[in-house]
């Protein structure tokens, strides 16, 4: 059953701006070009890059929307300006790394953990030379971040993209190869880049802005435990891990059940299938809770597919203190144990169940144009008051077995056989209650008193938070909360649209299933790559398989590498690796083929 409401679908969107007051018309900014003169070198690494490049006409807010863009040496003939700049052009026989000036993919960072902004570069980047010395230009683009409301940041990247193709003849690389990656928040707006690829609903934001002409669709998208489908995240939370929940009031144990009842609906309607064409849907069960059906048993097929992986790529004894966010110790398969998204029992598996928390194992400065890694439980878990892991993992294991064992210690619920190499669990929601028990409030993202991030997203450009989740809001009638949902749910933005719409626009799926009216009016990517720590509390875990699913299901031409990290929580899980070699590696292999 399609979601249609009056203001959505391409033609529906175009008809609601214009009843509202706006244009769609899109119109030729008046956005100066890039300035030739202005290059600057980095000797060491042997790179050009020009930094505080403004790509819009009417920016928003001068603090986010500049870009910074970085080149490998060898594509640019420069001359000394004699003032530390350079006059230079694109060298359109430069070779680097495995490519071209003119076929060198362009790489996109996201780094918008918690869909915060993102802060332009003002100089030189030093970690964009593992990326140049591989011969890709690196586009660094500042953004709006949630305080300024959704879809801003998704909206700053889209005309940093229009931009740069716009100068197209200014810098080298070929502007259809462009990737973007991001992690957590930045996972989730590196998604919708994926997804939203030249969608009208974000043609009125970019007016707005003064965004230059032209495509911002993209060729591939890099997401690390995206935070997203958040039209249905506090549903998926309670369905995957609401039984893990303890000490409830009465009002909260009903919240947590209607919401996943709720899910199983809005799962239901979603059509999703596996790899084989096989419809996925979820049936009620005793609990209340949908533990049941073949979107169930399917899920429980990937945490099951995620441990056989974490033993294919683990040399025994294991050390569980080494689970770090760079996945297991060693193992086989492509980058970072890479492999096609094929569904449960054919997809890659992965590292050791721990209940220490590893989220907090990048713990890097947050100030993204030093170079540095943002910490990402900081900037996504703002709230949380959940239960613990049942499962305490640590010191050395000997064998399988052994760890197995540690596993099954507070109560049994995972078996393998030796024989058949086979995991075997005996349900999600033990698998919830050992590993990944709920580690945030009731209402995870739409939080009854608007704390959480993601209120603040969908809040109206003044940094406070408002709820968006108008089934919760519906639960709810009757108590306290139901004024603050009902007055929220009804507010319009700055440019007169609804929340529904901007929840729409920061949903993946709405773009890549049939069942949305989304679906066919943007132009997806191509190449997609999604990995997640599979112990994370930050979201559901149907969360990253779905958007697998959707992309997967959206044209056969498509490319998911799909995996879950067992043992890793919310970071840039990998099988095996570093995440930017893999990353790397990815971008290779899709650019490089025959």
């Not at 004699?82 to 362009?106: E, H, L, Q």
């Not at 919830?432 to 109206?460: C, H, I, V």
């Not at 970071?571 to 990815?586: L, Y």
């Not at 290779?588 to 025959?594: D, E, F, I, L, Q």
């Amino acid at each position: 059953m399609k979601r249609m409401k009056p203001w959505q679908g391409a033609c529906a969107a175009a008809a609601f701006f214009v009843s509202a007051g706006m244009t769609s018309t899109v119109f030729a900014a008046d956005v100066a070009g890039i300035d030739n003169t202005k290059w600057q070198y980095n000797a060491e690494d042997d790179v050009y890059y020009q930094t505080g490049i403004t790509y819009v006409a009417k920016p928003a807010d001068t603090n986010y929307e500049t870009m910074g863009i970085f080149v490998p040496g060898a594509y640019m003939k420069a001359t000394a300006n004699g003032d530390g700049t350079y006059t230079a052009k694109v060298n359109k026989r430069g070779k680097a790394g495995s490519y071209t000036a003119k076929n060198a993919p362009v790489v996109m960072p996201v780094e918008t953990p918690g869909y915060s902004a993102m802060t332009p570069p003002s100089g030189y980047v030093s970690d964009v030379s593992k990326f140049t010395k591989e011969g890709m230009v690196y586009l660094y683009a500042g953004a709006r971040g949630r305080d300024h409301g959704a879809p801003a940041g998704v909206t700053d990247m889209k005309a940093a993209i229009r931009y740069l193709r716009q100068n197209n003849k200014a810098v080298p690389g070929d502007k259809e190869k462009l990737f973007s990656f991001g992690m957590s928040g930045g996972g989730a707006q590196s998604a919708l880049l994926g997804a939203t690829g030249d969608s009208p609903l974000y043609q009125p934001y970019l007016d707005a802005i003064g965004a230059a002409d032209g495509s911002d669709a993209i060729l591939g998208t890099m997401d690390w435990c995206p935070i997203t489908s958040l039209d249905v995240a506090d549903e998926a939370y309670e369905w995957n891990m609401g039984l893990t929940r303890q000490n409830l009031t009465p009002f909260e144990a009903n919240v947590s059940k209607e919401l996943a009842t709720a899910f199983i609906g809005q799962l239901n309607d979603m059509n999703l299938k596996d790899e084989n064409g096989t419809p996925l849907t979820l049936e009620q069960s005793e609990d209340g809770y949908g533990q049941q059906g073949t979107y169930y048993e399917y899920m429980k097929g990937v945490v099951e597919q995620s441990f056989e992986n974490f033993l294919q790529d683990t040399l025994f004894p294991y050390d569980s203190s080494e689970n770090t966010q760079m996945g297991g110790p060693g193992g086989p398969g492509g980058p970072g144990g890479a492999g096609q998204f094929n569904g449960p029992r054919k997809m890659p598996r992965h590292p050791a169940s721990t209940g220490a928390d590893m989220s907090n194992a990048p713990s890097i400065s947050a100030d993204a144009s030093q170079g540095g890694e943002p910490d990402f439980t900081k900037m996504d878990n703002i709230r949380r008051n959940g239960t613990e892991a049942a499962v305490t993992v640590s010191g050395v294991y000997e064998t399988p077995s052994e760890y197995i064992a540690a596993l099954n210690k507070p109560f049994h619920w995972i078996d393998y056989d030796i024989f058949t190499k086979q995991v075997t669990i005996t349900s999600l929601a033990d698998f919830a209650r050992a590993m990944k028990p709920a580690s945030k409030q009731l209402g995870a993202f739409d939080q009854f008193d608007r704390g959480q991030g993601e209120n603040t997203l969908f809040g109206y450009g003044d940094g406070t938070g408002a709820h968006f989740d108008a089934v919760l809001g519906d639960i709810v009638r009757g108590s306290e909360y139901e004024t603050d949902f009902a007055a929220d749910l009804a507010r319009l933005d700055a440019l007169g649209t609804p929340v529904s719409v901007r929840l729409d626009m920061y949903n993946p799926l709405y773009y890549l299933l049939p069942s949305y009216a989304g679906y066919g009016t943007s132009k997806p990517a191509k190449y997609w790559r999604i990995r997640t720590g599979i112990d994370q509390g930050d979201t559901s875990l149907s969360t990253e398989v779905n958007l697998a699913l959707a992309a997967a299901q959206y044209s056969p031409a498509n490319q998911v590498d799909f995996a879950t990290v067992w043992g890793l929580k919310h970071v840039r899980a990998e099988r095996t690796g570093d995440p930017d070699d893999n990353f790397i590696a990815w971008v290779k292999a899709c650019t490089t083929k025959k």
